[in-house]
């Protein structure tokens, strides 16, 4: 159960029922902001570079009335004295309600959990999961399509290392969709991941798009790669242009978490499935939502 007692770490920590009744107050607080977070404190904490989701965040907290305490970067805090990740967490849940956290680390946001009693949000960790932007991601798609079942799902780009990717395919185990998997053979998505989808899903290396209903593009995460050859035999293989246009549905939406380098050309930008900047938008909404269930229960 989300609520003043618990964390946000997988996206599996989000029942279905918890995910509709999260989609009912954002669309509430799109119509109008209640001030439900006064006097609260909120500490976004960003050991890893980040726009949109720490942006995204401060102002759904403050849209709620609250307050915002920030770290951005190691540069100038303790961290660069040789603190420990968990003496840095242990000191500032004393100065807030709830914590944000993007940490380059697989499992940071496990290991903050594990320590902090205010509730903590995994806003990124490392290359593991994002499960914040997957509840944007679904609330986008499901304002699009009304629901969710039934619908094709393509992703594309980096499977591997792209942790939204790995969200994204375990939320969708809340609904009945199929999925296809576009990537190259060295950037399909990892095992563990593969092995908790509860859907049908292919994988290929074509960009096979014409039958989808949702087109998720997505960066070739070039900070992960252990080696910068192994990036540059992979970068700027799949890209979304205005020739894709062609081949897609009428009625199909084209997202991204953002943000974009060269995957999709700004001329893709004007037509009317690209979705990617609404879906920015989204997440301030679907961010108040959590807060107010994090800090209210
Ligand atoms: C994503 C991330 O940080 O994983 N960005 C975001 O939060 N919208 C995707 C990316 O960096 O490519």
Same mark, same amino acid.
């Given at each position: 159960?989300?609520?003043?007692n618990?964390?946000l @770490?997988s996206?599996?920590d989000?029942g279905?029922?918890?995910i509709?009744?999260?989609?009912?107050?954002?669309?509430a607080f799109?119509?109008?902001?209640?001030k439900?977070?006064?006097?609260?404190i909120?500490a976004?904490l960003?050991?890893?570079?980040?726009t949109?989701?720490?942006?995204s965040?401060?102002?759904a907290?403050?849209?709620?009335?609250?307050?915002?305490?920030s770290v951005? =970067?190691?540069e100038?805090t303790s961290v660069m %004295? =040789?603190?420990?990740f968990e003496?840095?967490?242990?000191? @500032?849940?004393?100065?807030?309600?709830?914590? $944000?956290l993007r940490h380059?680390?697989?499992?940071?946001a496990a290991l903050?959990?594990?320590?902090?009693?205010?509730p903590v949000?995994?806003?990124?960790d =490392?290359?593991n999961e994002?499960?914040? /932007?997957t509840?944007?991601?679904?609330?986008?798609?499901q304002?699009?399509?009304r629901?969710?079942?039934?619908l094709k !799902?393509a992703?594309?780009g980096?499977l591997?290392? =792209?942790r939204?990717v790995?969200?994204?395919s375990?939320?969708l185990?809340?609904?009945d $969709?199929?999925m296809r998997?576009?990537s190259?053979?060295?950037?399909r $998505?990892?095992d563990e991941i593969k092995?908790e989808? %509860?859907?049908?899903?292919?994988e290929?290396? %074509?960009?096979k798009?014409s039958?989808?209903?949702v !087109?998720?593009?997505?960066?070739i /995460?070039?900070?992960?790669?252990?080696?910068q050859?192994?990036?540059e035999a992979v970068?700027g293989l799949?890209?979304?242009?205005k020739?894709?246009?062609r081949s897609? %549905?009428?009625?199909s939406?084209?997202?991204?978490?953002?943000?974009? $380098?060269?995957e999709?050309e700004q001329?893709v930008?004007?037509d009317k499935?690209?979705?990617y900047? /609404?879906?920015?938008?989204?997440g @301030?909404?679907?961010?108040?939502a959590?807060?107010?269930?994090f800090?209210?229960?």
């Amino acid at each position: 159960m989300l609520g003043r007692n618990s964390d946000l @770490v997988s996206i599996k920590d989000v029942g279905t029922d918890e995910i509709e009744s999260l989609f009912r107050k954002a669309q509430a607080f799109e119509e109008n902001a209640e001030k439900s977070c006064r006097e609260r404190i909120l500490a976004t904490l960003f050991f890893e570079a980040s726009t949109r989701t720490r942006l995204s965040f401060e102002s759904a907290m403050k849209r709620l009335g609250g307050e915002v305490i920030s770290v951005s =970067g190691i540069e100038g805090t303790s961290v660069m %004295k =040789g603190e420990t990740f968990e003496d840095t967490i242990r000191m @500032v849940e004393n100065y807030c309600d709830a914590i $944000v956290l993007r940490h380059p680390m697989n499992e940071a946001a496990a290991l903050a959990a594990s320590i902090a009693n205010v509730p903590v949000i995994n806003a990124g960790d =490392g290359t593991n999961e994002h499960p914040t /932007q997957t509840l944007l991601d679904l609330y986008t798609i499901q304002k699009e399509f009304r629901s969710i079942d039934g619908l094709k !799902i393509a992703m594309i780009g980096d499977l591997k290392y =792209g942790r939204t990717v790995h969200s994204l395919s375990l939320g969708l185990n809340n609904y009945d $969709v199929s999925m296809r998997f576009i990537s190259h053979p060295s950037l399909r $998505v990892p095992d563990e991941i593969k092995r908790e989808i %509860k859907n049908k899903f292919e994988e290929t290396e %074509k960009m096979k798009l014409s039958d989808c209903d949702v !087109i998720y593009m997505t960066r070739i /995460q070039k900070e992960r790669f252990p080696e910068q050859r192994a990036f540059e035999a992979v970068k700027g293989l799949y890209k979304i242009s205005k020739e894709t246009l062609r081949s897609l %549905k009428e009625d199909s939406i084209i997202l991204h978490p953002l943000p974009r $380098v060269e995957e999709i050309e700004q001329g893709v930008d004007a037509d009317k499935r690209a979705h990617y900047f /609404q879906q920015a938008r989204n997440g @301030v909404f679907v961010r108040m939502a959590i807060l107010d269930t994090f800090l209210n229960g």
